[in-house]
């Protein structure tokens, strides 16, 4: 007779965990892997003692879950979802759910979404955030799929999520790809916030901070409104000695950054549906800068800039750097929900922003204290356009913004690069400007390729084309987006 609530393939460090999590909160799980070795290891290691089913085939997995058959793969992105999902769909009825909780990309979370509902199934892609320790004691989990799922998966869901003021940080997010654009956003955010702290990092180290000292600042800040996930563990970080050398752990790992996409993916998104994500895209490009470790190296002995000597009062110039990093961790958050927004615009989906907020509050790795103001201000009736419009956040940057300004100009003094903190200081110039040069732009384009432009003095949607040289004739392109 079927005793499990719910079967997951996929027993690599993050799947382990999450069922050891579920047996925790009482459900029992089946488990299968590829490597069917892996079933027997884990039986006998992690999971001995446990209430948790062993499968070494597909045909005894599924037999052994309760129907509605729930069906969790975490698994490599990619072609090993699909090809799980056609392994397991012969054994599969009606009304019988497949879940995917690896890091998809949502593209295709909504094309599978529409194939398996079309076999009569129905599909969750969930977004997992928090690491292996989240997934062992809480991670945040965002699921979004066929609407109907939900109601199956809601109470395994919200007992093994993370919990924030007692509220778990999983909650439905939308339709078909929802769910797996939600946490792709959240990965781009990340990526924000890491590098907005690397580059806080760079300059403390230009004004001759050992990483000791660096770290009691980072653990200072962590007291404050900075106080996250991120900041936490880059105090614990700069702390840490290497065993080898007796040197700070940090100076002995080599400055190359790797990335798994998502990241890639949010900013590939935001030029797909128009939103000006600058300060996440800086922070893609920086790690695929640091990337090229030899020809920096080779750059270094052949480039010249200015020699990086710090004059002035230290401690005033860190404490610059802490509200500058608050300032542009806003910007990040803002142009973040800037994306959702537009996603909801354009695949119909009815995101809960305060939810969302909610759900990133524990669990996952972008967890702060900060999250919280973005939850209070999306639960008003009013919903913000952008969090810069909140007076919250209006306030908070207007306050940091000459710190903001006096740290982008000491880096350029000292040559240090920080991609994120000016692209972040730009949006914010950009955004609260009336007027832009694009009206030159436009003239450009019209000039060379007729494709007209708006007048101030006429109804915006009413288009004009100049003939600049007298050659040109009345003939214009054939479409203009703005």
């Known amino acids: 007779m079927p005793q499990a609530d719910i079967g997951l393939i996929g027993l690599a460090v993050m799947g382990q965990n999450l069922v050891l999590n579920m047996n ?3 459900f029992t799980v089946a488990v299968f892997n590829r490597t069917v070795s892996k079933v027997d290891d884990f039986l006998t290691g992690g999971a001995k003692g446990t209430n948790i089913i062993g499968a070494h085939s597909i045909e005894e997995f599924v037999a052994a879950l309760k129907h509605p058959r729930r069906v969790m793969l975490l698994v490599k992105a990619g072609q090993p979802v699909d090809a799980f999902i056609e392994k397991v769909i012969p054994h ?3 009304g019988d759910i497949i879940i995917d909780g690896g890091n998809s990309n949502y593209n295709d979370t909504i094309r599978r979404c529409e194939y398996v509902e079309s076999r009569g199934l129905l599909y969750i892609g969930t977004g997992v955030s928090g690491g292996e320790e989240g997934a062992r004691h809480g991670p945040s989990i965002m699921p979004g799929g066929s609407p109907d799922a939900w109601q199956h998966v809601k109470d395994i869901f919200q007992a093994v ?3 924030a003021d007692g509220a778990p940080c999983c909650d439905w997010v939308g339709e078909n790809g929802a769910g797996h654009y939600v946490k792709m956003t959240h990965n781009g955010i990340e990526y924000g916030d890491m590098q907005l702290i690397c580059e806080a990092y760079s300059l403390m180290k230009a004004v001759g901070m050992t990483p000791a000292e660096m770290s009691e600042a980072f653990a200072e800040w962590n007291t404050g409104e900075l106080d996250s996930y991120l900041i936490e563990i880059t105090r614990d970080i700069l702390a840490a000695r290497d065993p080898e050398t007796g040197q700070a752990m940090v100076d002995v790992i080599l400055d190359t950054a790797g990335q798994k996409g998502t990241g890639k993916w949010t ?4 030029l797909e549906m128009g939103m000006p994500l600058t300060l996440i895209g800086e922070a893609v490009f920086a790690r695929c800068l640091s990337a090229l470790k030899d020809e920096r190296v080779a750059a270094s002995e052949k480039l010249r800039g200015p020699k990086r000597t710090f004059k ?9 750097i802490r509200q500058a990093l608050y300032a542009s961790k806003i910007i990040s958050y803002a142009q973040g929900f800037m994306l959702l927004r537009a996603a909801a615009a354009e695949y119909g989906w009815n995101l809960n922003y305060g939810g969302i907020a909610l759900m990133w509050r524990g669990g996952c790795i972008i967890r702060s204290q900060f999250l919280g103001r973005i939850k209070d201000a999306y639960s008003k009736k009013t919903q913000p356009t952008n969090l810069l419009l909140v007076p919250y956040f209006r306030s908070a940057v207007r306050k940091a913004q000459s710190a903001w300004r006096r740290v982008v100009v000491q880096a350029v003094r000292l040559g240090v690069p920080v991609p994120a903190f000016s692209s972040a200081l730009a949006f914010y110039d950009g955004y609260r400007s009336e007027r832009l040069p694009a009206n030159l732009l436009q003239a450009q384009r019209d000039y ?4 007209t432009y708006e007048r101030t003095d006429k109804p915006r ?5 100049t003939d600049w040289t007298g050659t040109g004739g009345d003939t214009t392109a054939s479409t203009y987006t703005a």
């Open 312 to 320: 002035g009062d230290r401690a005033k110039f860190v404490e610059d």
């Open 267 to 270: 900013g590939i998104s935001a």
């Open 461 to 465: 949607g009413e288009f004009f084309h």
């Open 92 to 94: 599969l009825e009606a």
């Open 24 to 26: 925790d909160h009482g």
């Open 161 to 163: 999520a993370a919990k």
């Open 448 to 451: 060379f390729g007729a494709h």
